[in-house]
C-alpha cells in the first residue's frame, strides 16, 4: 500500500493505492482518493492525516516519543565502529586465525574478542589499555560485556608470544588478495616508551621521533607492491637498521614461502655485508646509497660523466657500472632547485652571524656545515661540494629491471613511510606502562592489525570511488548510536539516523543499515 499523486495540474489528486494480483500480472486498486493536491496542502489536512496515521504506528511512536523527550534512554552505545570494523574483522580472516590458534590454550575470557576490542580502540581512541577498559562502556561489542583490564593485559601478553604465528596464518589466508608479490618494500622506524620499556625492548638509541632523552624501541614493515601490510618486526631501540633487514628476509622466505622477490630498502639497510648476503641467497634488491658517506659513490658514481633520460616531468636517471656494481643514479631538478635555495639561505645567515663571532655557530649543525672554526670564515670548497648533490640519490641494485623501474620503484617506497606516518598520527602509538616484553609486543601489534583493517576499508571505499577522509569516517561511525528505551513493559532500541559518510562506508563494506527501531526479545 502506497501513496500516488494522479493527474495533471491544476488537478492533481492525492490516492490510496494497493498492488494485487490477478493472474500472473501485478495491478493497481485504488482503495481512497483523499482530494486535491494543492487543497490539501493549503489546508494543512496531509500533515494532520499523517499524525492520526502515526498513532497506529509503533515505530514511529516510539522514535517520536523519544524525539520530544517522552521516553528515557535507559542506555546508550555506539554501534557504528562495531558494524564496519567487526565485517572486515570477519572477512579479512583475523578473527577466524586468533580463533584457531587459540583452540588448545585454556583460557576462561574470550582472548580473540579482548584482541578485537583493543584493535577497534586503537582506531577510534588509541591510548592505552586502561583506557581502553572504560571505552567500552559506551561502545556495543558482541561478547566483550565481562571483559575487565586485567583480561586485556593477558590478552596482549598472549598476542605479543604468538605475533609470528599470527602473521604467517593470515599471510596464507589472504594470500590470494596479492594477486603478485614480486617486490617487497621494507623500513623502520623508532616509538619512543611512556612507560619503563619493558624487560629488554626499551633502549636509547637513534631516534627518528627526536626524542634522545626517551627509551624506544625499532618497529620494521614489510609491504608488498600494492601496498597491503604484510609483516612487522620489533627490536630493542638500540638495533641497527643495517641489521635489520636480513632476519625480515630470512623470515619472510622461510615461513612466507617468498623466494623470488625484490627487496627494496632504504639507504640505512645498505652494508657490505648486507648486500653480499643477499646476492649470496640469490635475491634482487633495491637499495639506496649512502652519497656522502661511501667512497665509490661519492667519487666513482657521482664524478661518472653521462646523460640523464627523463623518466618523468621530476624524475632523471642515469646508470652507472663500478667493476660489475650495478648504481642508478637519479635527479629530481625540483629538489635541486630547493636544495641549492635551502643552503643559500644558510649561507647568507651563517655570513650574517660571523659578525658576531664564529664560536657559539660550530654547535649548530646547519651552520656547521659550511663553516671552518679555525678561520671564523666560511669554507667555500664545502659549499662547493655539497652542490654536487642537490637533487640527487643513487641506488645500488641488481635487479634484472629497466633503470627506469628501479627509480620509480624506489620511489614507491614511500608506502612505508606512509604507513608509519599513519601509524604515529592516527593512532598514536606509544608502548604505554607495560612490564613485559611480549605485552608491548602485543600492543604495538595491535596498532598493525588496526592498519590491516583501515587499509582494507580506504580500497574497498576508493573501489567504489570515494576518497573519505579518516576523521570524517571515524566522526560519523561514533555518531551512529543504539539507543534502549522501554514503552508499556517492553524494551525496544532505537537507531540513531546516519550522519555524514556513514552511509557510504557501511555500503563500501557491505552492511546493511540496522533498522531504525527493534525489539529486545
Not at 663571532?357 to 664545502?382: M, P, S, T, W
Not at 616484553?437 to 596498532?447: K, L, M, N
Request: proline residues 3%; contains cysteine; glycine residues 8%.
Amino acid at each position: 500500500m502506497f501513496v500516488r499523486v494522479k493527474g495533471t495540474e491544476p488537478y492533481r489528486y492525492l490516492q490510496i493505492v494497493e498492488n494485487h494480483r490477478e493472474g500472473k500480472q501485478t495491478r493497481q486498486r485504488v482503495l481512497c482518493t483523499l482530494g486535491r493536491v494543492d487543497r490539501l496542502t493549503a489546508t494543512g489536512s496531509t500533515d494532520a492525516l499523517l499524525r492520526s496515521l502515526a498513532r497506529f504506528g509503533q515505530q514511529v511512536q516510539l522514535v517520536e516519543g523519544y524525539r520530544k523527550g517522552q521516553l528515557e534512554a535507559r542506555a546508550v552505545r555506539q554501534i557504528g565502529p562495531d558494524l564496519v570494523f567487526g565485517r572486515l574483522w570477519r572477512t579479512t580472516g583475523i578473527g577466524k586465525v586468533l580463533t584457531d590458534l587459540l583452540q588448545n590454550r585454556r583460557f576462561e575470557f574470550p582472548v580473540e574478542r579482548a584482541v578485537y576490542l583493543t584493535v577497534l580502540h586503537r582506531l577510534f581512541e588509541s591510548g592505552s589499555d586502561r583506557a581502553c577498559e572504560k571505552w567500552k562502556r559506551d561502545l556495543r561489542v558482541p561478547g566483550t560485556e565481562d571483559l575487565e583490564l586485567h583480561h586485556l593485559y593477558r590478552a596482549m601478553r598472549w598476542l605479543g608470544d604468538s605475533k609470528d604465528s599470527v602473521e604467517e596464518a593470515l599471510f596464507h589466508r589472504r594470500r590470494d588478495l596479492f594477486s603478485e608479490f614480486t617486490l617487497a618494500f621494507f623500513d623502520t622506524t623508532s616509538i619512543y616508551f611512556e612507560g619503563q620499556g619493558g624487560e629488554s625492548l626499551g633502549k636509547r638509541g637513534n631516534s627518528k621521533d627526536h626524542r634522545p632523552d626517551l627509551l624506544q624501541m625499532v618497529v620494521g614493515a614489510v609491504l608488498n607492491e600494492e601496498g597491503r601490510p604484510v609483516s612487522c618486526e620489533m627490536w630493542p631501540g638500540n638495533h641497527a637498521d643495517s641489521k635489520a633487514l636480513l632476519p625480515v628476509v630470512d623470515r619472510m622466505k622461510e615461513k612466507f614461502g617468498l623466494k623470488r622477490v625484490c627487496w627494496v630498502a632504504d639507504r640505512g639497510m645498505i652494508s657490505k655485508k648486507t648486500i653480499e648476503q643477499l646476492e649470496g641467497r640469490e635475491l634482487e634488491y633495491i637499495l639506496g646509497a649512502r652519497m656522502r658517506l661511501q667512497k665509490e659513490v661519492r667519487e666513482e658514481v657521482l664524478g661518472r660523466a653521462g646523460r640523464y633520460r627523463e623518466v618523468r616531468e621530476n624524475l632523471r636517471v642515469k646508470e652507472v657500472w663500478v667493476e660489475g656494481r650495478r648504481y642508478i643514479v637519479c635527479y629530481n631538478p625540483y629538489e635541486a632547485a630547493k636544495d641549492a635555495a635551502d643552503r643559500m639561505a644558510i649561507v647568507r645567515s651563517l655570513e650574517d652571524k660571523l659578525k658576531d663571532g664564529a664560536v657559539q655557530l660550530v654547535g649548530n649543525k646547519g651552520y656547521r656545515r659550511f663553516l671552518c672554526a679555525e678561520k671564523g670564515a666560511i669554507d667555500r670548497k664545502k659549499v662547493e661540494v655539497d652542490a654536487r648533490y642537490d637533487g640527487k640519490f643513487v641506488l645500488r641494485t641488481n635487479a634484472s629491471l629497466h633503470a627506469d623501474e628501479v627509480a620509480v620503484q624506489y620511489k614507491r617506497l614511500l608506502l612505508v613511510e606512509q604507513f608509519f606516518r599513519t601509524a604515529k598520527l592516527l593512532l598514536h602509538t606509544r608502548p604505554v606502562f607495560h612490564q613485559w616484553d611480549a605485552t608491548i609486543r602485543g600492543h604495538v601489534f595491535c596498532s598493525f592489525l588496526a592498519l590491516v583493517l583501515f587499509d582494507e576499508l580506504k580500497r574497498r571505499a576508493r573501489e567504489r570511488g570515494w576518497n573519505l577522509e579518516w576523521n570524517d569516517i571515524r566522526h560519523d561511525l561514533q555518531s551512529l548510536n543504539e539507543v534502549e528505551v522501554r514503552e508499556a513493559g517492553d524494551t525496544y532500541l532505537l537507531r540513531t539516523p546516519l550522519q555524514g559518510v556513514a552511509g557510504k562506508v557501511l555500503q563500501a563494506v557491505g552492511v546493511a543499515v540496522p533498522p531504525p527501531v527493534r525489539p529486545v526479545a
